[in-house]
C-alpha cells in the first residue's frame, strides 16, 4: 500500500500530457498499420513472416522515436508527462501485438 501512495504522489508531480490526443492516435494507426501489413503480406511462409514482424518492429520503433522527438520539441515543458504517456501506451500495444503474434505463430 505505501508502494502504491508512493508512486501516486511522485506521478502527481507531472502535469496532465499535452499531446495525449495525437500520440494515442499516432500508435493506435501505427498498430493498426503494421497489424494488418503483416497479415496481408505475411502469408503462411513462418520463415517469411518472422523476417516481417522483426522489419516492422525496427521500422515502428524508428518512426516512434521520431515522432517523440518532434513532441517533445513541440513541447519542452511537458516533456515528461508526454513521454511517460508514450512509453505507457507504447508497452501496452507491444504486449498486445505481441499476444496476437503468438496468436499467429501457433495456428
Known sequence: MAFVAKLVIHFSDF?????????????IIVSLISYFLLTIIGGNDSDNFI???LASMVLKLLIY???IAIVIYLD?????SN??????LY????????????KKMSK
Open 15 to 27: 502535469d496532465a500530457p499535452t499531446f495525449f490526443w495525437p500520440i494515442s492516435s499516432f500508435i
Open 91 to 102: 508497452l501496452s500495444y507491444s504486449l498486445f501485438e505481441v499476444g496476437i503474434i503468438f
Open 83 to 88: 513521454v511517460v504517456l508514450f512509453l505507457s
Open 51 to 53: 523476417r516481417l514482424v
Open 65 to 67: 522515436i521520431i515522432f
Open 76 to 80: 519542452i515543458e511537458n516533456a515528461n
